[in-house]
């Protein structure tokens, strides 16, 4: 069974009197375990498709079905508990609260979970460890590298061990190297199976997946593989 499945997904947006087609009819499978990157122009319709494979949105019409379940039809607050339960966020800005410590940060879809104390750190510092900050769980924000805080956000995403992760141009707040470092990372996190989808612009952070999905007018373009990065 496919993690993600759409079928015949079209979404409009009404614009006074004018009816705006950001998808038409996309059908498309991801597996569980598979790192896909989606890219396309602004405007696109790429950061449309994000919404509505984020459960942050609904089709106009067509199915979405995740990990077995139709979501299509969910109002807002079933929408809300897929998304906390199934999917972990990374946006380009980091979003993390300023006067918190990585740990707290890691820690907060947790506290909304209803996680006891004990288990909870117990859960964000082996999130942390994944990232690679042990050794930083007490740094605030404004004390840890741009890299750094990305790897927090990647930590709080993961923290709820959710089917997919899905990250919003996480590199477009880093310099190339530190990009370079993230998108690392992300290859090591889909190596030990986990589900990585990518929004980008940049060709040479969609190389990093293994398949390529090309929007273009509300259409998929092009759904390519891609031959793996040496280790």
Same mark, same amino acid.
């Given at each position: 069974?496919?993690?993600?499945?759409?079928?015949?997904?079209?979404?409009? %947006? /009404?614009?006074?009197?004018? @009816?705006?087609?950001?998808? &038409?009819?996309? $059908?498309?499978?991801? /597996?569980? =375990?598979? %790192?896909?990157?989606?890219? #396309?122009?602004? =405007?696109?319709?790429?950061? @449309?498709?994000?919404?509505?494979? =984020?459960?942050?949105?609904?089709?106009?019409?067509?199915? %979405?079905?995740?990990?077995?379940?139709? *979501?299509?039809?969910?109002?807002?607050? /079933?929408?809300?508990?897929? &998304?906390?339960?199934? !999917?972990?966020?990374?946006?380009? @800005?980091?979003?993390?609260?300023?006067? $918190?410590?990585?740990?707290?940060? *890691?820690?907060?879809?947790?506290? %909304?979970?209803?996680?006891?104390?004990?288990?909870?750190?117990?859960?964000?510092?082996?999130?942390?460890?994944?990232?690679?900050?042990?050794?930083?769980?007490?740094?605030?924000?404004?004390?840890?590298?741009? =890299?750094?805080?990305?790897?927090?956000? +990647?930590?709080?995403?993961? *923290?709820?061990?959710?089917?997919?992760?899905?990250?919003?141009?996480? @590199? #477009?707040?880093?310099?190339?190297?530190?990009?370079?470092? !993230?998108?690392?990372?992300?290859?090591?996190?889909?190596?030990?199976?986990?589900?990585?989808? *990518?929004?980008?612009?940049?060709?040479?952070?969609?190389?990093?997946?293994?398949?390529?999905?090309?929007?273009?007018?509300?259409?998929?373009? $092009?759904?390519?593989? +891609?031959?793996?990065?040496?280790?």
């Amino acid at each position: 069974m496919s993690l993600i499945r759409l079928e015949k997904i079209s979404r409009r %947006y /009404q614009m006074g009197t004018e @009816t705006v087609h950001a998808l &038409r009819e996309i $059908s498309v499978e991801i /597996q569980r =375990g598979e %790192y896909v990157a989606i890219m #396309g122009p602004s =405007g696109s319709g790429k950061s @449309t498709l994000m919404n509505l494979v =984020g459960c942050l949105d609904s089709p106009s019409s067509g199915r %979405y079905e995740l990990n077995g379940t139709d *979501v299509s039809q969910m109002d807002d607050n /079933q929408l809300a508990e897929v &998304r906390n339960r199934e !999917i972990g966020f990374v946006f380009q @800005t980091f979003n993390l609260l300023p006067r $918190s410590n990585a740990l707290h940060n *890691v820690e907060l879809p947790l506290i %909304y979970g209803g996680m006891g104390a004990e288990e909870r750190r117990r859960t964000a510092l082996e999130s942390l460890a994944q990232v690679g900050l042990a050794d930083r769980v007490h740094h605030k924000p404004n004390e840890l590298s741009g =890299g750094q805080r990305q790897r927090v956000a +990647v930590a709080r995403a993961l *923290v709820n061990k959710p089917s997919i992760l899905l990250a919003d141009e996480p @590199t #477009g707040n880093l310099d190339s190297k530190t990009g370079t470092e !993230i998108m690392a990372l992300f290859e090591d996190l889909a190596r030990k199976g986990n589900t990585i989808i *990518v929004v980008t612009h940049e060709e040479e952070i969609a190389r990093h997946a293994r398949r390529i999905l090309r929007i273009r007018d509300g259409l998929i373009a $092009s759904d390519e593989a +891609v031959a793996a990065l040496a280790p």
